[in-house]
């Protein structure tokens, strides 16, 4: 689905998507079109412009991702203000793209974010992974001694995570192990599982927390 408030760029942007195979189920010019079209049409991979009227991108993302968990939305934005990146990845954005991206580029980044592959104009990764350690190193609260402990992951599933917070693709990662991209896409939706977590975003910052990325 792509939503953005310029009707050219819009329709630009859909009709590049289908033409690379891509099914196009809806797009949307205001926030709150957006989030009514999307529950509606049940995309799996968000296109979505910040600066949209009636309802800011950063909601559309956030209320979107909080009823359907495994949405990835990929922001395809003009600005790329760091404030304005942290606050779309803090929404639950999987990536962002600055609209100065060419058409290849954004057709790899909707194929690589539709696979869980966190998307970032280079440049940008390294800043939402330092927000990312940043956030981690702030004091959090102690468990209690009634909560459960963290489940237990294997050690292939340890491995791979560590590699996800380093910020390796799924097809390095798979060539870094010698195992295929299938198989480090389970063990990706394993760990999302057992930790109970949503996206690799999440993934990211639970392994940064627990310092495998130093690893």
Known sequence: MVVDDHP???DAVARDLAEADFDVVATAGDGEQAVRRALAAGPDVLVLDLNLPIKPGVQVCKE???ARPGLRVLVLSA???HADVLEAVKSGATGYLLKSASTE???DA????AVGDPVFTPGLAGLVLGEYRRLASEPVQAVGADEPEAPRLTERETEVLRLVAKGLSYKQIAERLVISHRTVQNHVQNTLGKLQLHNRV??????IERGLDDL
């Open 8 to 10: 050219m760029w819009r």
């Open 64 to 66: 979107l991702v909080g």
């Open 202 to 207: 999440e993934l990211v910052r639970y392994a």
């Open 110 to 113: 909707v194929r690589r974010t």
């Open 79 to 81: 600005s790329g203000e």
């Open 105 to 107: 580029e954004l057709i």
